[in-house]
């Protein structure tokens, strides 16, 4: 095929080559290829567009946009917006149901004070919260148990204005009273008037009136209320053995709850945000306390037990056993802790955390203590130490020592009967945990409250008589044959005995006299750490 072109002003004759077939070939594969992107490209807008709610995409990235282009930002209206969504200050309430878990508190006729007081704990928190204030609870449920130490460092931590912990008493009387520490501040007494009288007006049998320090007198505050760094007060609603104030607490719950609300915001109306006033009721109140150990002991009080003598005094001789469950708790201990529930009584700390409680038995000074009190410092543990009325009056700087060092002074009677205190007839089993009591607080000013049985030796009757004293029994869910001096275990073996038998809650009974256990008891405490566990503070352990 032929045809004229024109180049450079001249005209030529050419002949028009024909393409060939691979050419034409080559062609047509590229244009399928490039249909098939398109179709392919098209089915993918398709399957977005149902994705899309089978909206145009298109027509939607350009709306979007749009819409973005044209909304410019408002200073002046976000200023306006913060402005108008800023609020004052939450009052902030911390509510402390007492006991709860494995604590029940008193009881009467299947009656637990741990739930009257999560439901009293439940309604205060909804009339509260529909106040508008913000609520923190010590705990968030009824099956969990809450100790003291931890209760408080809740309610430190939570930067409440208020405290209130709520509880139920049992015994001989009836009625509410309300308590504050011996040397509360100006908001702390307004407060737990403010809430008294609420209560009363609410309606309750009998006004006992607002107490201070405890039950023993003002020598000392209940933990937790004397330990917050807050205004606190402690609310004991009527008795759980009077058929009448168990009536009123049911009848009047949603009233109770309502009088605490209106005298928490009554005392907050009068004395405003507590921030300004909280490092005076800290200062009132002892600041470190908690952390440091008491060193005025602590007043414990349980509801007094009848008819003591109707009670069995066989003599029962306590000893962990070998058995273990599979947390190597001592299933001997547990059977007990069950068994006298009832009592004041540890044969372990039912627990499964990792926390153990190092305690020692002074009956006589051997020389070994000022290397144990040396060790335990340096270590950062504090132990309990047992002590008869002998050691304290031969022992008296070690005493103090113990006390000075934040350790917990324990009583282990005063002669130390080796036929055990269920031998003797009630009356002598009180002087033997009194006398000592008292000889203490008069040379030292501390109160002791936790009593160790010599020898192990206990009743049911031995049990109630430390219970009217005011005392918990302390027994031990490790203990090995490490008392006699004259015959000393080897100390490689007592070392790996002793971590061999770690278990959660484990009660440690060690005899200060033993040279074995003061050579190993800095290396016993670095392997207890090693392995994951706490030494733990036996005042920890303690409610109210």
Request: with cysteine; proline share 3%.
């Amino acid at each position: 095929m032929k045809y004229i072109r024109e180049r450079d002003g001249k005209r030529e004759i050419v002949e028009k080559k024909r393409r060939s077939q691979a050419y034409i070939v080559q062609a047509a594969v590229k244009w399928a290829f490039c249909i098939i992107v398109l179709v392919l490209i098209a089915m993918i807008f398709l399957a977005l567009d149902k994705k899309l709610n089978d909206g145009k995409i298109v027509d939607k990235i350009r709306g979007a946009s749009s819409e973005a282009s044209k909304k410019e930002p408002d200073t002046e209206s976000l200023l306006l917006t913060e402005e108008e969504t800023e609020e004052g200050p939450t009052l902030r309430v911390c509510i402390d149901p007492g006991h709860g878990g494995m604590d029940p508190g008193c009881d009467h006729e299947g009656r637990l004070e741990s739930e009257d007081n999560w439901k009293l704990a439940l309604e205060v928190k909804k009339q509260m919260e529909a106040a508008g204030m913000e609520v923190v609870m010590t705990r968030e449920d009824n099956d969990t148990k809450v100790f003291l130490k931890d209760r408080v460092a809740i309610a430190n931590a939570s930067g409440a204005d208020y405290f209130i912990s709520l509880h139920r008493n049992k015994g001989d009387g009836y009625g509410v009273e309300t308590w504050m520490t011996a040397n509360a501040g100006q908001v702390t007494d307004a407060l737990t008037n403010n809430v008294h009288n609420a209560i009363v007006g609410a309606n309750v049998q009998r006004d006992r009136g607002v107490k201070t320090g405890t039950d023993s007198g003002e020598g000392s505050d209940y933990y937790v209320i004397g330990n917050t760094t807050m205004p606190a007060c402690l609310i004991e609603f009527g008795f759980i053995n009077d058929a009448e104030d168990n009536r009123l607490y049911d009848a009047n719950l949603e009233g109770y709850a309502k009088a605490i609300t209106t005298a928490v915001q009554t005392t907050y109306d009068t004395y405003g945000d507590t921030d300004l006033l909280k490092s005076d009721e800290k200062d009132a109140k002892g600041d470190g306390a908690a952390e440091e150990g008491n060193k005025n002991g602590m007043i414990l009080q349980y509801p007094a037990i009848d008819n003591v003598s109707a009670l069995s005094g066989e003599i029962l001789n306590w000893g962990q056993g070998t058995n273990v469950d599979e947390y190597n708790r001592p299933t001997g201990s547990l059977s007990y802790q069950e068994k006298f529930k009832n009592y004041p009584a540890d044969f372990i700390v039912p627990t499964t955390e990792k926390k153990i409680y190092l305690t020692l038995d002074e009956g006589y000074e051997y020389g070994c203590t000022p290397s144990i009190l040396s060790t335990l410092k340096e270590k950062g543990v504090q132990a309990v130490f047992f002590v008869t009325k002998p050691y304290v009056d031969s022992s008296p700087d070690l005493v103090r020592q113990m006390i000075e060092d934040g350790h917990i002074l324990g009583n282990h009677s005063v002669t130390h009967p080796s036929a055990g205190i269920p031998s003797l007839g009630i009356e002598e089993q009180t002087k033997e945990v009194m006398d000592l009591h008292n000889f203490i607080k008069d040379s030292y000013g501390y109160e002791m409250c936790l009593f160790r049985f010599p020898s192990g030796k206990f009743s049911e009757q031995s049990l109630a008589v430390l219970n009217n004293c005011g005392y918990r029994g302390v027994f031990w869910s490790f203990a090995y044959l490490d008392y006699d001096v004259n015959n000393q275990p080897d100390e490689a073996e007592s070392l790996q005995k002793m971590v061999a038998q770690l278990h959660p809650g484990a009660i440690y009974l060690l005899h200060a006299e033993s040279w074995t256990n003061t050579n190993v008891l800095g290396a016993f405490i670095d392997k207890v750490r090693e392995a994951g566990y706490e030494f733990a503070s036996y005042a920890d352990t303690l409610q109210q």
